[in-house]
T-cell receptor, first 112, second 114 residues
């Protein structure tokens, strides 16, 4: 158990819809990262938050947005969903001193 | 921009044998971290081993060790005495120190055969 909690674990929705994925980082970690992993692909960095502020942005579509709340949990909002958005979405939190990321179990999104 | 390259999409090894997974990276940074993550069929991302660029000594974690060649920007993973449970995707990752922007390679799918 990494200590990072993601909900929901599985989500099936239709094209054009909007979903929200939620992540609670490990206790004490201020940074939250979001990654997308399409089928049999590597992890694509989407966005990073540190203590409520956006710190880095990767290949995140304009249809996607994220935020980190004062209690440090984060939400990734995906809108106008397309078939190609079907993927495993990982949240991770980091230990600043050691640099390693601790990953949640992921949220598997299926867009039909 | 930093890039991480894993040139072996798939590899296989017999149980109890040794296998080496390759990784190269490109960066202008001097201080950074390198990681190997394992993703078994459960899809959970599990840290296998980490290396700080300023350390010359290669990291070792039980049956897992790395060969870190900073000048060549190479970071290979050696798995000794391979076990069936080592079957997984292995991702090499790079993170500049103080940046926390971790970038991953495309992965190597390792199959351990009985």
């Amino acid at each position: 158990d990494s200590g990072v909690t993601q909900t929901p674990k599985h989500l099936i929705t239709a094209t054009g819809q909007r979903v929200t994925l939620r992540c609670s980082p490990r206790s004490g970690d201020l940074s939250v990262y979001w990654y997308q992993q399409s089928l049999d692909q590597g992890l694509q960095f989407l966005i990073q938050y540190y203590n409520g502020e956006e710190r880095a942005k990767g290949n995140i579509l304009e249809r996607f947005s994220a935020q980190q709340f004062p209690d440090l949990h984060s939400e990734l909002n995906l809108s106008s969903l397309e078939l190609g958005d079907s993927a495993l979405y990982f949240c991770a939190s980091s230990v600043v001193k050691t640099g390693e990321l601790f990953f949640g179990e992921g949220s598997r999104l299926t867009v039909l | 921009a930093q890039t991480v390259t894993q040139s072996q999409p798939e590899m296989s090894v017999q149980e109890a044998e040794t296998v080496t997974l390759s990784c190269t990276y490109d960066t202008s940074e001097n201080n950074y971290y390198l990681f190997w993550y394992k993703q078994p069929p459960s899809r959970q991302m599990i840290l296998v081993i980490r290396q700080e660029a300023y350390k010359q000594q290669n990291a070792t974690e039980n049956r897992f060790s790395v060969n870190f060649q900073k000048a060549a920007k190479s970071f290979s993973l050696k798995i000794s005495d391979s076990q069936l449970g080592d079957t997984a995707m292995y991702f090499c990752a790079f993170m500049p120190q103080g940046n926390n922007d971790m970038r991953f390679g495309a992965g190597t799918r390792l199959t351990v055969k009985p």
